[in-house]
């Protein structure tokens, strides 16, 4: 099993649409908890951050953490044509010295908001 | 002026050269990390060092080398190409200050013929 799963889609979507983006998780050591956003030919930029289990809400973006099911979300609301990208979720357990602090990927889910 | 980074950003060679890519940064982040990403496969990494003189092996080092030639410069080199290492590659920092995340570089596009 994985460290990290993620279904890769591809996700389409109606603009407007609420989209739901998941990852699962075996490593209950796992803290803190990120969403990378990527588009065509660039690198990942982080999107959400957040740290142990909760929501955490920004604009359309909420990012869910269940730590009991080893279980992450990302909810976008009202999607738009430009939130079309590759959404990678990621994870590191400690960042205290060593490879626990290392980001583990999930290998990424392509969604496109049509018009 | 980006933060991140990374020259060339496209280079196509043959089986057998020596290529180098390089990454600088202007973050003052002491981590910097290689990976590559691959169509299905995602991020994978490949080296990452947490200072100059602390340089670690990720989970596909083999046909890689890596320098870090000072706190903000960071390369990766492939001393015998092949093309299975063909594959889109990412230079990433990040601070070792608890709490803070990584932040990548625009990416370099090797095609190994």
């Known amino acids: 099993q994985k460290e990290v799963e993620q279904d890769p889609g591809p996700l389409s979507v109606p603009e407007g649409a609420i989209v739901s983006l998941n990852c699962t998780y075996s490593?209950?050591?796992?803290?803190?908890f990120m969403w990378y956003r990527q588009y065509s030919r660039k690198g990942p930029e982080l999107l959400m951050y957040t740290y142990s289990s909760g929501n955490k809400e920004d604009g359309r973006f909420t990012a869910q953490v269940d730590k009991s099911s080893k279980y992450i979300s990302l909810f976008i609301r009202d999607s738009q044509p430009s939130d079309s990208a590759t959404y990678l979720c990621a994870m590191y357990s400690s960042n205290y010295g060593g490879s626990q602090g290392n980001l583990i990927f999930g290998k990424g889910t392509k969604l496109s908001v049509k018009p | 002026d980006a933060d991140v980074t990374q020259t060339p950003r496209n280079r196509i060679t043959k089986t057998g050269k020596r290529i180098m890519l390089e990454c600088s940064q202007t973050?003052?982040?002491?981590?910097m990390y290689w990976y590559r990403q691959d169509p299905g496969l995602g991020l994978r990494l490949i080296y990452y060092s947490f200072d100059v003189k602390d340089i670690n092996k990720g989970e596909i080092s083999d046909g890689y080398s890596v320098s870090r030639q000072a706190q903000a410069k960071f390369s990766l080199s492939l001393e015998s190409a092949i093309p299975n290492q063909t594959a889109l590659y990412f230079c990433a920092t990040r601070n070792s200050g608890g709490g803070d995340t990584q932040y990548f570089g625009p990416g370099t596009r090797l095609t190994v013929l």
């Open positions: 973050k003052g982040h002491d981590r």
């Open positions: 490593n209950s050591a796992f803290q803190y």
